[in-house]
């Protein structure tokens, strides 16, 4: 008796639970049709016009200036910041006089998050190279080659991040999609007891109307 009790309490409760889930759902599924019918209906690829201006820039080859000016203080920003290791790094390994504004113009191109990295690894890459060639008592590697190698693989390894960035959005909306799905299998087990109440509610009516004295 005491089990039945218990059970009947505990399938009350879920049927309590199950009326407000049930509304939710049915809020949630009229709402994504809206928003669903929304975008069908109206969002698609936008005509972009030519416009004259542009035509002009391209055949004059007039610069952005705004776009111009964003970089030189870019240029700024980053020789502030890095100036004077990059002058530290180009005087103790030899490298010529361009390579300052050409690792400068490496950093601004690159987003500012791999900047400390880029110019640091370079450091102790360099340092690994000059050693390297110490210890064979020869320059058998050029610290010119070494410094162009690093920088081409430091340029190749941000464009993997991105790919492998990418990669990672479309396995997350997987992951996204497959624990939507959980909750939606774990809403539907909680609508079935109400089903079942609606069911029990059904069959005690049927059995007291057949026990009633007309």
Do not use: W
């Not at 889930?21 to 005509?47: K, N, Q, R």
């Amino acid at each position: 008796m005491k089990i039945r009790n218990f059970v009947e309490k505990f399938f009350n409760l879920i049927y309590q639970i199950a009326k407000y889930l049930s509304a939710l759902i049915v809020a949630i599924c009229i709402f994504a049709l809206l928003i669903t019918g929304v975008d069908l209906f109206f969002s698609g690829p936008s005509l972009k016009v030519p416009e004259f201006s542009e035509y002009v820039d391209s055949i004059e080859g007039k610069p952005n200036v705004e776009s111009e000016f964003a970089k030189l203080d870019e240029k700024r920003k980053v020789e502030k910041a890095y100036g004077d290791l990059i002058t530290k790094l180009v005087k103790n390994y030899g490298l010529s006089a361009e390579s300052y504004d050409i690792l400068i113009n490496d950093m601004v191109k690159m987003d500012e998050k791999f900047r400390d990295d880029y110019i640091n690894r370079f450091s102790k890459f360099l340092s690994k190279v000059k050693k390297y060639n110490n210890k064979k008592n020869s320059e058998r590697i050029k610290i010119v080659d070494a410094a162009n190698y690093y920088r081409n693989e430091f340029f190749d390894a941000i464009e993997r991040f991105k790919v492998e960035k990418e990669e990672n959005k479309v396995k997350r909306m997987y992951k996204v999609g497959i624990f939507l799905s959980l909750i939606i299998t774990l809403l539907m087990f909680l609508i079935v007891p109400l089903l079942i109440k609606i069911e029990e509610n059904t069959r005690h009516s049927t059995v007291s109307k057949e026990n009633t004295i007309s």
